[in-house]
């Protein structure tokens, strides 16, 4: 009995064992110099995100909350001169902005800690030019506490947005100073307020003082954020999250995470760039002819960051130009939709508040994407697909539905692989073309013609070996009468 048992146990833990024995790479791979096209191929097919950048893409609805000494002078960049006296919101309520984000999905809230102006919106021992010399609950108050704790209560992760342009630093510009200052900011903000899961900081760098070039010092910047909170992903000019191109709410219907450009804070990798012709701007950031021509590849997925209005501080004259629903709901399609996390931009008031106007809209969104996708019409749900290239499958849809949308989602604990699919619907005895895509990634939203298909057929045209497709759904998304 004592042989049956141990023959068992070995078989178990073979079989396990050669279940797991694909390899995979975390975030990041360099390819042997005399790698083939095939291996390459390979190789990129089995790049997956760390287990941060999983949790953050999982998010998919984020936002961004600016706020600052702009949102009193109606500036968009301040300059670093206005006075701190200015700051003085009447009624400010993060729990308002947090119930308000909470209700409507969100699922984290990021705020500009300090803006380019370089006014802090916490009790800092780095600067005078912070909430401390404001007459905003004389001087006494921390709106980077207020908003954590408000987080906490409502059960969203939080972020910061500490800008590494600095117009009101007497260093800036003069580099090892200023890079002192900025790792002393950062520290406080990720040792005295919790769990931090998102640093923002973008590339904008001005001139000092005497037309001073200030250089960054952004192996320091990330070291001091894996020290301090290893699970907060680094966004823009971090190594976690890349920005998508552009501030229109655009992802791009080709979006790799699984892609060929180097992170901006990697300075030794510029030359990889270069090489390969590529910036965040780039329409093509994951091609077979890149991926030829390229020595190294990067889990960095795009994060489509988008203001609810034209500005991204509040301005009272832009009360009435907050985003239309049917605009909104295009964005989400385009962001969430298209393998990106989406970081919409909702900038409190003087007050203190998130205007009723943003309120109602992120609300109205929140409704329409409940009912969008609360109805799934295939008829029944589907196990992972591993489908090969070439390959496809049909699915029935429920009886007599209507349907205009279809949700693919790839396991990307995998990889990224889906390069094009199609998609047909069978109705009136025949096969029609309902869409066709290229990636997939964590999820890919398609919109097309009301259809009363009775089944549908996913082909997947072309992939970086073998797709694995975790989730698919078919929905309706009702046409939005607006006046706008
Ligand atoms: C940009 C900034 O210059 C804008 O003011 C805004 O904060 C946007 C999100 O990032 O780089």
């Not at 408000?150 to 800008?163: D, H, P, Q, T, V």
Request: charged fraction near 25%; charge should be neutral; include cysteine.
């Amino acid at each position: 009995m004592k042989k049956y048992i141990l023959l068992f146990i070995s078989i178990s833990l073979f079989t396990s064992c050669a279940r797991v024995k694909e390899t995979t790479y975390e975030k990041h791979l360099v390819f042997p110099s005399q790698a083939s096209q095939e291996k390459k191929i390979e190789m990129i097919s089995h790049l997956v995100p760390n287990k941060w950048q999983l949790d953050w893409q999982k998010m998919e609805l984020t936002a961004f909350l600016h706020f600052g000494i702009n949102t009193f002078t109606g500036n968009e960049w301040g300059d670093g001169k206005d006075d701190p006296k200015l700051f003085n919101p009447t009624q400010l309520n993060c729990e308002q902005w947090v119930k308000a984000l909470k209700d409507a999905g969100f699922k984290m809230a990021i705020l500009t800690a300090k803006h380019h102006d370089g006014f802090c919106l916490w009790q800092t021992q780095s600067t005078e030019y912070s909430v401390k010399n404001s007459p905003w609950k004389n001087g006494k108050g921390d709106v980077v506490r207020e908003l954590r704790d408000a987080c906490e209560k409502y059960g969203i992760k939080f972020g910061i947005y500490l800008s590494p342009w600095d117009r009101n630093a007497k260093t800036y510009g003069d580099s090892p100073a200023y890079n002192k200052l900025y790792i002393q900011q950062l520290t406080e903000l990720l040792t005295n307020y919790g769990e931090i899961h998102e640093v923002w900081f973008d590339g904008a760098c001005g001139e000092g003082e005497n037309g001073r070039k200030q250089e960054y010092d952004w192996k320091a910047i990330l070291k001091t954020i894996r020290d301090l909170q290893p699970q907060a992903v680094t966004a823009i000019m971090g190594d976690d999250v890349r920005w998508v191109g552009n501030e229109s709410g655009l992802g791009r219907e080709t979006e790799w995470s699984a892609t060929l450009i180097a992170p901006g804070s990697y300075p030794d990798k510029k030359e990889n760039n270069a090489q390969l012709g590529l910036n965040e701007m780039s329409k093509d950031l994951g091609s077979r002819a890149l991926i030829e021509k390229a020595k190294e590849a990067y889990w960095y997925p795009s994060e489509v960051d988008v203001s609810i209005r034209p500005g991204w501080f509040y301005h009272s004259e832009e009360d009435e130009k907050v985003r239309s629903l049917s605009n909104l709901v295009d964005i989400y399609y385009q962001s969430v939709g298209r393998n990106s996390v989406l970081l919409l931009n909702i900038p409190p008031d003087t007050r203190g508040l998130l205007h009723e106007n943003d309120v109602k809209r992120i609300k109205e969104l929140s409704n329409y994407l409940s009912k969008t996708f609360s109805t799934n019409y295939l008829s029944k749900n589907h196990k992972t697909w591993k489908a090969q290239a070439g390959e496809s499958k049909e699915f029935l849809v429920k009886k007599d539905a209507t349907v205009n949308t279809i949700l693919l989602q790839e396991d990307i604990t995998k990889g990224q692989r889906v390069e094009e699919f199609l998609v047909e619907g069978f109705f009136n005895g025949k096969w029609q073309t309902l869409s066709q895509g290229t990636t997939i990634g964590y999820k890919r939203l398609m919109r097309f013609e009301d259809s009363k298909a009775e089944k549908i057929r996913i082909t997947i045209l072309s992939s970086r070996g073998e797709a694995n497709i975790k989730n698919l759904g078919l929905y309706y998304a009702e046409k939005i009468e607006e006046k706008q």
